[in-house]
């Protein structure tokens, strides 16, 4: 959920960005633009007194602007004396994510997580008619050792963390499918995992939310991905690679949790039910 300061004029959501104006004294509009930001963010109905608490301002005023909020559809009030997003936020928010490409989405989360961590980092696409992922975005940071990845290519579901992040969402009798017609891995040339241990595996990335693996897809590297849903189920991952060495174990935890941090925004922007999904232990 979203926090705020108690300073009046610098009330930020908990990504750090400003809910109201600073240079200025907010206007009505910036208000009822602040509520619902935190409305859509906190991704679960809010109270008035809550609310009031996060933009620090009068429970009054509030409740004025939800309810002029509410007349146009862009918010719902629910028994429980709270208030969700409402059905014509989501017909526009629909307009808008359904005019945009996946890649086109993913890229401002892959380019963010790069810049951070100053790694190769990817977003690969789920291409479910063929049971296999194929990356379709890239940001590099500024190391000079890089490795050469192959891009809107099909690759395996099976190996690398890129694929396993997607794999562990999928139905027991997909995974048992995509196994029969799988080689051992490019890397180090792993044999084929028996399904019983390869399901264990991937119970285990449900778990933690996030897959990592080593030298499966290229030697040498490894990865650490998230899997990014919509509304309707996986479409992906965003995976970060760099070699083993420059990446200590005592890293992975650290990357793991901005990579999905990443994915879950990503995955709030396609319309992914978030409750219950590998995020919230973030």
Same mark, same amino acid.
């Given at each position: 959920?979203?926090?705020?300061?108690?300073?009046?004029?610098?009330?930020?959501?908990?990504?750090?960005?400003?809910?109201?104006?600073?240079?200025?004294?907010?206007?009505?509009?910036?208000?009822?633009?602040?509520?619902?930001?935190?409305?859509?963010?906190?991704?679960?109905?809010?109270?008035?007194?809550?609310?009031?608490?996060?933009?620090?301002?009068?429970?009054?005023?509030?409740?004025?602007?939800?309810?002029?909020?509410?007349?146009?559809?862009?918010?719902?009030?629910?028994?429980?004396?709270?208030?969700?997003?409402?059905?014509?936020?989501?017909?526009?928010?629909?307009?808008?994510?359904?005019?945009?490409?996946?890649?086109?989405?993913?890229?401002?989360?892959? /380019?963010?997580?790069?810049? /951070?961590?100053?790694? &190769?980092?990817?977003?690969?696409?789920?291409?479910?008619?063929?049971?296999?992922?194929?990356? &379709?975005?890239?940001?590099?940071?500024?190391?000079?050792?890089?490795?050469?990845?192959?891009?809107?290519?099909?690759?395996?579901?099976?190996?690398? #963390?890129?694929?396993?992040?997607?794999?562990?969402?999928?139905?027991?009798?997909?995974?048992?499918?995509?196994?029969?017609?799988?080689?051992?891995?490019?890397?180090?040339?792993?044999?084929?995992?028996?399904?019983? #241990?390869?399901?264990?595996?991937?119970?285990?990335?449900?778990?933690?939310?996030?897959?990592?693996?080593?030298?499966? /897809?290229?030697?040498?590297?490894?990865?650490?991905?998230?899997?990014?849903?919509?509304?309707?189920?996986?479409?992906?991952?965003?995976?970060?690679?760099?070699?083993?060495?420059?990446?200590?174990?005592?890293?992975?935890?650290?990357?793991?949790?901005?990579?999905?941090?990443?994915?879950?925004?990503?995955?709030?922007?396609?319309?992914?039910?978030?409750?219950?999904?590998?995020?919230?232990?973030?």
């Amino acid at each position: 959920m979203p926090e705020a300061t108690n300073q009046p004029g610098s009330t930020r959501a908990a990504n750090g960005r400003p809910l109201l104006s600073t240079d200025r004294a907010p206007s009505p509009v910036s208000r009822a633009v602040a509520l619902l930001k935190l409305l859509v963010e906190a991704g679960e109905p809010l109270g008035v007194t809550q609310l009031a608490g996060l933009v620090d301002l009068p429970t009054s005023t509030v409740h004025r602007l939800l309810q002029l909020l509410r007349a146009e559809g862009l918010v719902v009030s629910l028994e429980s004396r709270t208030y969700g997003i409402g059905p014509e936020l989501q017909r526009i928010s629909g307009i808008v994510v359904g005019g945009m490409k996946l890649p086109e989405l993913a890229a401002p989360f892959v /380019k963010g997580i790069a810049h /951070k961590f100053d790694e &190769t980092v990817l977003f690969g696409e789920y291409m479910r008619t063929h049971g296999s992922l194929m990356f &379709t975005v890239r940001a590099d940071g500024a190391q000079l050792l890089k490795y050469e990845i192959e891009m809107f290519r099909p690759l395996s579901l099976l190996w690398g #963390a890129s694929g396993k992040a997607v794999l562990a969402y999928l139905d027991e009798s997909e995974i048992g499918a995509i196994l029969e017609n799988e080689s051992p891995s490019p890397g180090k040339k792993q044999p084929l995992p028996k399904l019983c #241990a390869l399901l264990e595996t991937l119970a285990e990335v449900r778990r933690n939310g996030y897959a990592v693996t080593q030298s499966e /897809k290229l030697p040498g590297a490894r990865g650490i991905a998230a899997p990014v849903f919509n509304a309707a189920g996986v479409v992906g991952s965003i995976c970060l690679t760099s070699p083993e060495m420059r990446t200590p174990n005592i890293g992975v935890v650290k990357i793991a949790r901005e990579v999905m941090r990443q994915a879950r925004e990503l995955s709030r922007s396609l319309g992914a039910p978030l409750q219950g999904k590998p995020a919230d232990v973030l």
